[in-house]
Structures are given as C-alpha cells and as structure tokens.
C-alpha cells in the first residue's frame, strides 16, 4: 500500500497558490514548503509503558522563502485560512523588509533568476505493509511487551529489557512559479535494549531495526531479541583494550559509523563556503582506498531517510562522493550551491518549517565489494571483529576522528577466540583510516534508528552503513 496524501494540505494547497500568486506578483522569486506530520514513540521496560507523540517530528506548519535585489528571506507560520491570505500576505512583506534594512555589514548577496528553475510535477508516495495508526496503540504495547517478557526471562543475569518502536508519516508540498510538488513519506524504527548484571557490574546489549514503511519492521525485532540479551551477557566479561594499532573487521554497524561520522560531516558543502572543511582542498584527489566507493542521497538506498525532493523542492539524488578512492563531490543545499557555482544534491533539510534549511545527509554508505567475511576474517593474524557502534564525533577542519564501539572480539590466526574488550576508541586521521582499507564485503546492511545534528542542534532522520570492511584502526 502507499502512503496517503494528506486531506489536510489537500485542503490548504488552493489558499496556498492564491498566497504564492500575490508573493509572486512583488517578488522575483517565491515558495511556499508545506508539512504535515505526525510521529508517536512506545516503549515497554520493568518500569512500565509509555506511548507519547514525538515534538520534534510531529508539526503542521508553512515556510515562504522569496529572493529579490540579491537578497533571500523566509518567513514560517502555523496556520492558513481563505480570509487570512491577505493578512499573512501582509505580514510576510513587513517582517521580510523589515528583515531586509538589517542586513549585517559584509553579507555578501547575489542575483537569483529563476529561469534556473525547470518545470516538475511530483506526487509520490512510499509504500508499507501494515499502518501504525491502523495496528492501534494497545496492539503495538502487545507486542512490545511480550519482546520485553521474554528477553527478562532469558537468563537470570538479565534484569530488564527495553523493547521500543517509533514511526513517522508525513506529506509535503512544494509550490513555487513552476514547481508543484507533493510527497507522502512513512518510516518506521525499533530497538532492544537488554540490561545484564553481574555483581556490581551493568552492561547493555543493543539491536536496532528500521525501514522505509510501517509496522512491518517489527517482524524482524523479536528476531534480534536473543542476540541483544548475548551482546549484553558477553559485556560482563569483557576486558579494557590495550591501546595500539590493530588489523580490524568492522561490522557494517560500525562502518555506518565510519561513514557517517569520518567523511559525511566532512562533505557537507556549507561547511565549504564557511573554510570550515578539508574537504574543499582535495576534490579530484585521493582520499581512501581504491575499494571505496561511498554514496549519500534519499535515493540511494530505501531507508528512513528516503524522499522525492528535498525541502527546498530539489528532486532526491543519488550522489557519488568518492569513486574508487578519489573524491569527486560534496553534498550541499540550494544556497550552497548557488555560492560555489555547482548543482544542488537535494540535500537541503530542515528539522521543521520553524527553522532553515541546512546541508545534511540523508542514506549514508560505502559500497560492497567482493570479499567473503569468513576470508577477511581468516586474513587476520591478530586484530578485531569491531561491533556495536555507540556514538562518534568529528573535526571537518582537520579530518580527525574520534569513534566509540562498545565491543571488541579478539581474533587470533584468523580465528574468533571468544575474547572481548570493551569500550573501545577509535581514533586517527580519516584519509589514513581509508586508504587502509583493504577488503570489503559482497553485502551491505544500512539502518537509521538515530538522528543527526548540525552542531548539536537541528535533528532530522539519517541512516547509513555498508559492508565489512577490513581496515587498520587505532584502538584505545
């Protein structure tokens, strides 16, 4: 089934064209980016169940961007109706030229035409199996629960087990002189998180899921239970790392990481025009093994982070970052774009109508290769299968890394030994990193259950992964 267009911006799509028509009459350029979303979290542990709808992800809201003598504004607002056009009319042209006799000194501007503009008519939809709204809260706490009871009764060392799920369906519409587009999205996620203690020792396993559709993604969930609770119990016996440079396998989890955190924020182009990236020197240069290929773009792989434009009404790209070691591209907003002279990727994002759009990622990954993950392990005399991924962070300006996996399995002579270290660092400079890469996986996993910020703020959904890869990694 595909995801229905929302009545609600079905209704409001006439007084929209009538409020773009007059905007259009003053201005050299106008949109108008309308939302409509609705996101509800559930969650079941020991302390008890809890359903709420999700702020952040749930709005109805409107933004009006216009260009004129070399300037941009926009302007956002809750609510529309036939008779009030002309008062937010009215109030758009005041705040936006009062706007416009404030401009810091030094704000450079530039002449936008919107012949660059081509005519596009959009009204897609994503598809899903079974509908959240439709499933109902007491069905969906039915079976959280019964995920939650049987990961407590797993063993005796495991004393809770947090089963949660969360979904997001929204429609947006995109109107501009020639430009009417509509989209209709929904994605879905789920986690276990088991807890085992062991004397006065606590430690967490974590299995995720997420998919572009509904609450099908739960049919895989109860799957991952068993490992969670082992992930959690082998936790107890692990040993702190000795710090040092290892030969490393890393799960695809962990390689999400990688991508994400090592090269994604490096590539985002706005960072380009603040000199705030290395990235911006080595296009047309090496910067990682020649196994890697890397891809970001909402059409790149189905995930959470799928759609048909983005909010500043580009149609969703699939853009090759690093072909075979060499860096082609960045990914980069509309403004960005227009400031280095380039094509937008259909990368501009916002977290919702109240805030501006931003470069982001969207389906982040490397490619498969060719390897079989029992070779590359066997490949490895003494190193580690890296797994669970846990948080990272960055340095775009000097291509420094620092990245948190939880568990480290011990490989000696190209066998697993059963041995875990944990938590483990991981650090360096991400063109090392890269360029050691040297096998990677004839498959590839991609998920999203987290979120991404634009320096701590500005959340919105992302997913990415890739294959194994094999690569030589500083450990601490």
């Not at 020792?201 to 739960?218: A, D, F, H, T």
């Not at 970001?296 to 048909?308: E, N």
Request: hydrophobic letters at 35%; aromatic letters at 8%.
């Amino acid at each position: 089934m595909k995801v229905k267009e929302s009545e609600y911006l079905k209704l409001k799509k006439p007084v929209l064209k009538k409020l773009l028509e007059k905007l259009l009459a003053k201005y050299e350029y106008a949109s108008i980016l309308a939302n409509d979303s609705k996101s509800v979290n559930y969650r079941v542990n020991k302390a008890g169940t809890y359903i709420f709808e999700d702020n952040t992800l749930s709005e109805r809201g409107f933004v009006v961007k216009v260009f004129d003598n070399g300037k941009a504004a926009e302007y956002s607002f809750s609510a529309i109706e036939e008779n009030t056009v002309d008062e937010v009319f009215d109030e758009i042209v005041k705040r936006l030229e009062s706007f416009g006799t404030k401009l810091p000194e030094g704000v450079d501007t530039y002449k936008y035409n919107d012949t660059d503009e081509d005519e596009l008519f959009i009204n897609e939809s994503t598809e899903f199996e079974s509908d959240p709204e439709e499933k109902g809260d007491n069905n969906i706490i039915e079976l959280l629960t019964r995920i939650s009871e049987k990961g407590r009764a797993f063993d005796d060392r495991i004393i809770d087990c947090s089963v949660a799920f969360n979904y997001q369906k929204y429609s947006k519409m995109f109107l501009s002189r020639k430009k009417d587009l509509t989209q209709n999205v929904m994605w879905s996620c789920g986690y276990i998180v088991a807890v085992a203690k062991e004397g006065e020792e606590l430690q967490n396993g974590y299995r995720p899921v997420s998919m572009l559709g509904g609450i099908e993604v739960l049919d895989t969930l109860e799957e991952k239970l068993e490992d969670a609770c082992n992930i959690a119990l082998d936790l107890l016996k692990a040993e702190p790392m000795v710090p040092g440079e290892y030969d490393c396998i890393c799960e695809p989890d962990v390689t999400g990481m990688i991508v994400h955190e090592a090269f994604g924020h490096g590539v985002e182009m706005d960072m380009f025009v603040k000199d705030r990236a290395q990235a911006k020197e080595f296009i047309g240069k090496q910067v990682a093994s020649e196994l890697i290929t890397m891809h970001d773009g909402a059409s790149t792989i189905p995930q959470v982070a799928t759609f048909f434009f983005d909010d500043e009404g580009i149609p969703a790209h699939d853009t090759i970052i690093i072909d075979k070691g060499i860096l082609k591209t960045g990914i980069c907003d509309y403004q960005s774009a227009k400031h280095l002279g380039v094509n937008p990727t259909g990368n501009g994002r916002r977290q919702d109508t109240s805030r501006k759009a931003y470069t982001r990622m969207t389906n982040t990954i490397f490619e498969a290769g060719t390897s079989k993950v029992e070779d590359m392990i066997a490949s490895i005399k003494d190193g580690f299968l890296l797994c669970q991924a846990s948080s990272g962070m960055e340095d775009p300006k000097n291509w420094g890394i620092q990245l948190m996996v939880d568990i480290a399995r011990e490989i000696k002579d190209g066998k697993l030994t059963g041995k875990i270290y944990s938590p483990i660092v991981m650090t360096g400079y991400v063109p090392d990193l890269l360029k050691s890469i040297s096998m990677i996986s004839d498959s590839i996993e991609a998920g999203g259950t987290g979120y991404c910020g634009k320096g701590y703020k500005e959340w919105v959904k992302v997913s990415d992964g890739g294959p194994y890869i094999k690569a030589r990694i500083r450990l601490g």
